[in-house]
């Protein structure tokens, strides 16, 4: 299963961006696709998934309220929309899938997930 994750970049602390992932369709429409993040010199830790099959969404507490995932079914991309980026949230995305079905709290794990996309840079600056 491939991901085409794209959209990082440099932003000021307060500003926005939108991660997109491309998938298959076959991905798309099954099972849970995510994304984690990894700073340096921290542990990978997972922001946000969302389950297809009911369409619960998981966030991790640090992201809650600010991010949100979006989906363009037209185009099987799925979206991390970032708003009042923090420095803190400096780090390596990364899209991930899978298409078994998860329970909720297998979502947050990052194990679960067979696929993982190429990473995509995000630098919040103060």
């Known amino acids: 299963v491939q991901l085409q994750a794209s959209g990082g970049g440099l932003v000021q602390a307060g500003g926005s961006l939108r991660l997109s992932c491309a998938a298959s369709?076959?991905?798309?429409?099954?099972?849970?696709m995510g994304w984690f993040r990894q700073a340096p010199g921290k542990e990978r830790e997972f922001v946000a998934a969302?389950?297809?099959?009911?369409?619960?969404?998981q966030y991790s507490s640090s992201v809650k309220g600010r991010f949100a995932i979006t989906r363009d079914n037209a185009k099987n991309t799925m979206y991390l929309e970032m708003n009042n980026l923090k420095p803190e949230d400096t780090a390596v995305y990364y899209c991930?899938?899978?298409?078994?079905?998860?329970?909720?709290?297998?979502?947050?794990?990052?194990?679960?997930?067979?696929?993982w996309g190429q990473g995509t840079q995000v630098t919040v600056s103060s």
């Open positions: 991930v899938a899978t298409t078994r079905g998860l329970i909720v709290s297998s979502i947050k794990i990052g194990s679960e997930y067979e696929s």
């Open positions: 369709r076959r991905t798309f429409i099954n099972g849970v």
């Open positions: 969302r389950r297809r099959s009911d369409g619960n969404t």
